[in-house]
């Protein structure tokens, strides 16, 4: 059994944002060996819904815990899966880290990096924007894949 959770922010205002593009991959998982959540808190608030998560399903440790978010070190339509390790610099996963009090937990992290090389928006401004339909298009392809990889890890 894994739990799956999906990082983002609530509220119909940032429903297609990049930051929370871990909603998504939440909504296509359809598996029945995986308890899916999406964080019901702001995105640098994550932490304690994670933790809330473990403690209701008490079998699982945080070897079972995958932690699905946005990273803007990867490029758009690549991602990556790995244990105890993640992005330097993601608030969502620092306040998890600090909850658990541990880095030992999968991160499922997708690339969302689109920014034009000559003109790179900041990251607090870029990961708050839309994607666009282009984007969406590449995101959809992200996503089945993912989905695909975490029914058979």
Partial sequence: MKLVIGL????????????SVGYVVIDEIKNKNI?????????NDSGSFVKKQLAVH???STDDLFIVHDDLDIPLGKFKIQFGRGPKDHNGILDIEEKLGTKNFWRVRI????RPLDNKPMGEVYTL?????DEKEILEKVIKEICKKLATL
Avoid: C, Q, V
């Fill in 129 to 133: 924007e839309n994607f666009t339909p």
């Fill in 111 to 114: 690339g969302i990096d689109n």
């Fill in 58 to 60: 008490g079998s699982l």
């Fill in 35 to 43: 308890i899916a959540a999406k964080t019901d808190t702001f995105m």
């Fill in 8 to 19: 983002g922010n609530p509220g119909e205002a940032y429903k297609n944002t990049r930051h």
